[in-house]
């Protein structure tokens, strides 16, 4: 069973900067996609930043050029860089992973199968 933690997160002035991390374990020699999401009270999920199987990332616009997701797969840890946050930047961040099984899904929520506990970020104005 693939168990993922979260942590990283905090109370941030607009501008600053954090770097979350995902621990992962249990994982066998297959290949997974990774992501990060977040979630902000009142609304739906959403994809921040994907890493596929061969090294390829996928932003959404809001967070283009701002934040930098990678991982060091010898310690089996996913990293998101965040850059001059926005007072908007602030949610629960969580970290989620699937097998890949010839395509991984991007910023889709929906077909990540494995979901960490969530990291608060919140960025005061």
């Known amino acids: 069973q693939v168990q993922l933690v979260e942590s990283g997160g905090g109370t941030v002035q607009a501008g600053g900067s954090l770097r979350l991390s995902c621990a992962a374990s249990g994982y066998t020699s297959s290949t997974y996609c990774m992501g990060w999401f977040r979630q902000a009270p009142g609304k739906q999920r959403e994809g921040v930043a994907a890493?596929?199987?061969?090294?390829?990332?996928f932003y959404t616009d809001s967070v283009k050029g701002r934040f930098a997701i990678s991982q060091d797969k010898t310690k089996n840890t996913l990293f998101l860089q965040t850059n001059s946050l926005k007072p908007e930047d602030s949610a629960m961040y969580y970290c989620a992973a699937r097998l890949w099984v010839g395509y991984c899904p991007g910023l889709s929520p929906y077909e990540y199968n494995y979901w960490g506990q969530g990291t608060q970020v919140t960025v005061s104005s």
């Open positions: 890493i596929d199987h061969d090294g390829s990332t």
